[in-house]
């Protein structure tokens, strides 16, 4: 289905943000530098002809923009090497915008904003291309609006990883949103509509070790070593994207299983983590297991998550802190083990372990200086891998349209067995799962994960 493009604007922040200036890439940042954006849809109705669109709601939209880039200056800057070749660093100068794309989509938008199989190709003409990057570096961020006329708008916001987790990319939305429902509400701050402003001090993040250096040192000689394997000859296939829901009860059964399975404690005699989170993550790996589309042709099946650290350093990070703050879990389990019956508990139970092991001693940065390598050492081995969280609240995004009704983290798609998370859209504290697969895999996972609740 076309999109037609409407208009391009460079939306700069309002009121404008100090002076341009260099701020300096944490260890956390580093290695996300060569990866890409993160990419979601947000979809909500709105059943009016686009010519109430670009009169009434698009001009909301581009200034409560503009209000959350004056206290998220950063995203308007880019990233570009140090001049004295020590790495790289963010820049920003005056007058630096971030490009705000506005389309008009004749796809279905109830088909798009569904549960079902969809083409990733179709939703990302609702995302946001990152303009090319150039010899002053490459930028940080960018937003499209998409109108579908007399359904609905779908909000689309590309930002690079290197720039932020997801904890600071749903700060960001959320204060932007928090901007335009005020605006639509006639007061310049609605009660509790703008979150508190983001936390700037990248001094916060002590390095001692010099990991970031390290990391970086690292990425160098990787890339010297020669480009990576070329992928297999052909067309890629297809891929699907699609959202598997995990009810509240359904939750609190599996809980019960893994718990039962393992007696309450684990092999080593402490008691079982469960959350919700481990649960939906064991729940997934099991079914990608079982539908071949996680490699289990090995001894061992692997799982890499991230775990936030802005509360768990010593001393603690502010929650606002912009920047990336997150740390690599690794979870192995026997192959056989996974696709046995009982693999979904075999699964919650390393995975809690691994949890319950930030505690102990060294906390959660012990081991820091060999995460980099024991990522690259597992992307051979196709490991499960998790984006999102529950605990973003990514339903709670409301432009003064209400809560959208989809959010899609479409940027899964470029790590082959990359699944998403986030709380589910009852509002009854279940979890919704976001898979990528081709055809044919998808539908053996859709098989799997309704075997799977039907057994529960």
Request: net charge negative; proline share 9%.
């Amino acid at each position: 289905m076309a999109t037609k493009l409407l208009d391009k604007l460079a939306v700069a922040a309002d009121p404008a943000p100090p002076g341009g200036g260099a701020l300096p890439l944490t260890f956390f940042d580093v290695p996300w530098i060569f990866t890409g954006p993160v990419e979601r849809v947000f979809f909500y109705p709105y059943p009016h002809p686009v010519h109430q669109f670009t009169a009434s709601l698009l001009p909301r939209l581009v200034s409560s923009l503009a209000a959350a880039l004056s206290r998220f200056y950063p995203l308007l800057g880019r990233v570009r090497p140090r001049a004295d070749g020590e790495g790289y660093e963010f820049c920003s100068a005056d007058g630096d915008a971030v490009e705000l794309t506005v389309a008009e989509s004749e796809d279905d938008f109830e088909e798009l904003a569904g549960d079902g199989p969809r083409d990733v190709a179709r939703l990302y003409s609702l995302v946001p291309r990152l303009p090319a990057p150039g010899d002053a570096g490459f930028a940080l961020a960018a937003v499209q609006v998409t109108v579908f006329a007399g359904r609905g708008i779908a909000v689309g916001v590309s930002i690079h990883h290197v720039a932020c987790d997801d904890s600071s990319y749903m700060h960001f939305v959320k204060t932007w949103a928090g901007h335009c429902r005020a605006a639509a509400a006639g007061r310049e701050e609605e009660a509790g509509a703008v979150p508190p402003p983001p936390f700037l001090d990248r001094a916060v993040i002590a390095d001692p070790d010099g990991l970031a250096a390290r990391t970086l040192d690292e990425m160098r000689q990787l890339a010297a070593s020669g480009p990576p394997p070329a992928p297999p000859p052909g067309p890629p296939p297809k891929l699907v994207i699609a959202s598997f829901t995990l009810s509240r009860c359904c939750i609190d059964k599996l809980k019960q299983r893994v718990a039962a399975a393992a007696g309450d404690k684990d092999a080593a005699g402490a008691s079982v983590h469960c959350s919700a989170f481990t649960v939906a993550c064991a729940f997934a790996w099991a079914c990608l297991a079982r539908a071949g589309a996680a490699a289990c042709d090995q001894d061992l099946a692997h799982l890499l998550f991230s775990v936030e650290c802005r509360r768990r350093l010593a001393p603690p990070v502010p929650q606002e802190y912009l920047g990336n703050c997150l740390r690599p879990c690794f979870v192995e389990v026997g192959a056989r083990d996974l696709l046995a019956p009982d693999g979904v508990a075999t699964a919650a139970a390393a995975i809690g372990a691994s949890i319950r092991a930030l505690d102990v001693a060294g906390g959660v940065m012990a081991g820091a200086e060999g995460w980099f390598q024991k990522i690259l050492s597992l992307v051979p081995r196709r490991p499960m891998s998790v984006g999102g969280s529950p605990r973003y609240g990514v339903y709670d995004t409301d432009f003064g349209l209400g809560r959208p009704s989809k959010v899609e983290l479409v940027s899964i798609d470029k790590t082959p067995g990359t699944v998403s998370l986030a709380e589910g859209t009852d509002g009854k504290r279940g979890i919704e799962v976001g898979v990528a697969l081709p055809e044919a895999e998808m539908a053996r996972f859709a098989s799997c994960f309704s075997d799977g609740l039907m057994q529960l």
